[in-house]
């Protein structure tokens, strides 16, 4: 019976440190912000845990940027600027080519450039005529952003530039895409704005 009893002593020591130990790990998860239910589901499945919403943002090495006129939900949804400002719109779309999620949040860097790839005129301007929000790309999937080039020849000196360098949100790595475009060859504060582009907006 001495030794039942002692042996059951400790092996309630034992369960009382086990549980205090969980303990203290569950509460260092809640400390750091992260609910209890997340926390141990991190611990499981720490790729499943952030769930979509903790996608990281899409570097340019995991999109494909592309260009189109006329016939984009961005250009489609912007006729009536484009119309009343005497503006052309262009629609970038970026595609997650990876083969995980990865988000787009604000506005790409846009200007245009010329023959070997000197930019041409200021960069573009923000359209705030849409709201920036926060946009989750799973693998395939792609979002857009509306861009308006508006040029003329009693502001500025009209050129045609080769195309578009484009940088994503949140990157410094840039693509260019080749498509000719009516731009303003001068830049600097006194030269106009011509190019703006709205914020990245869901397909």
Do not use: K
Not at 48 to 63: D, F, K, P, V, Y
Not at 82 to 87: N, V
Not at 141 to 166: E, F, I, N, Q
């Amino acid at each position: 019976m001495r030794a039942f009893g002692r042996l059951g002593r400790q092996g309630w020591r034992g369960v009382v440190a086990v549980a205090f130990a969980a303990t203290a790990v569950l509460a260092v998860a809640v400390s750091r912000g992260a609910p209890a239910h997340v926390a141990l589901a991190s611990s499981r499945h720490p790729s499943r845990a952030l769930g979509a919403s903790g996608a990281a943002q899409c570097a340019t090495s995991r999109l494909r940027i592309s260009l189109t006129t006329g016939s984009g939900p961005g250009a489609r949804a912007s006729a009536g600027h484009a119309r009343s400002a005497g503006a052309g719109v262009s629609t970038l779309e970026f595609t997650n080519v990876s083969g995980v999620a990865c988000a787009l949040s604000g506005y790409p860097g846009v200007a245009a450039y010329g023959a070997g790839g000197a930019q041409i005129g200021n960069a573009a301007g923000r359209d705030t005529s849409v709201t920036a929000r926060r946009i989750v790309l799973a693998p395939g999937a792609t979002a857009h952003a509306a861009v308006a080039a508006s040029v003329s020849a009693g502001s500025c000196r009209p050129v045609v530039a080769t195309g578009l360098r484009v940088v994503p949100p949140g990157q410094s790595a840039a693509r260019y895409i080749r498509h000719a475009i009516p731009a303003c060859g001068l830049a600097g504060r006194r030269a106009p704005v011509f190019l703006h582009v709205r914020a990245v907006q869901p397909d």
